[in-house]
């Protein structure tokens, strides 16, 4: 009977980087966060949706990393002297409402209104791979800029949706969705 685990360096494979690419995308959650010098953020949790995986354009994306995270940071803007404002840039929020579908004229009153809102949605974005040096130690790591974030081209069919979207079904009411009810 075999052991735990055979010790086989070549099967020790980062999966942790996505392929650079155009991937359909499930936000599963949005927090606050900051920097340890008090630069602020909102982090957008991810996950390559698992239900395209026979869609042709995406065997190189979706296909080959269904399921796995992607954490994007969008940061409050600097000012000309590189000092933190403080405040998003409106065109990055803008950019992340209209790829969500968060109607135009809507009137967001504050920032957690806008990541409750931004959670359990679907939208495609280009994700890239860039070499990172940090503390002397190079590694590779994704960027994905809100500027290249759109509407999803695959809209999750209308079971996913009454199950994903936060503003259908009865308000206050407690529904536990566990993770194979998620297309993402």
Known sequence: ??????????????????????????INTVNGDGSNN???????????????????????TNAKHHGQHL???????KDANGNDT?????????????A???????????Q????????????RVQVGVNDNEYKGEKRKQ????VNTWRPTKYPLQDSQAKQSDP????????TEINDNDLPF
């Not at 690419?21 to 499930?26: D, F, L, N, R, V």
């Not at 602020?40 to 995406?58: G, H």
């Not at 503003?167 to 407690?174: A, D, T």
Request: net charge negative; proline share 2%; hydrophobic share 35%.
């Open 38 to 60: 008090g630069h602020e953020c909102m982090v957008f949790d991810m996950i390559v949706r698992k239900d395209l995986d026979k869609v042709p354009e995406l065997t190189k």
């Open 1 to 26: 009977m075999a052991g735990f685990l055979n010790v086989d360096y070549k099967k020790a494979v980062d999966t942790s980087i996505l392929s650079a690419g155009t991937y359909e995308m499930g």
């Open 167 to 174: 503003f259908q079904g009865n308000k206050g009411s407690e």
């Open 100 to 110: 969500v579908g968060i109607p135009d004229g809507a009137d967001i009153k504050t």
């Open 142 to 145: 994704n960027s994905c800029f």
């Open 71 to 77: 954490f994007v940071r969008v940061w409050t803007a």
């Open 112 to 123: 957690d209104d806008f990541m409750k809102m931004c959670e359990n949605r679907t939208v």
């Open 86 to 98: 403080g405040s998003y840039k409106q065109s990055d929020l803008n950019y992340i409402a209209k």
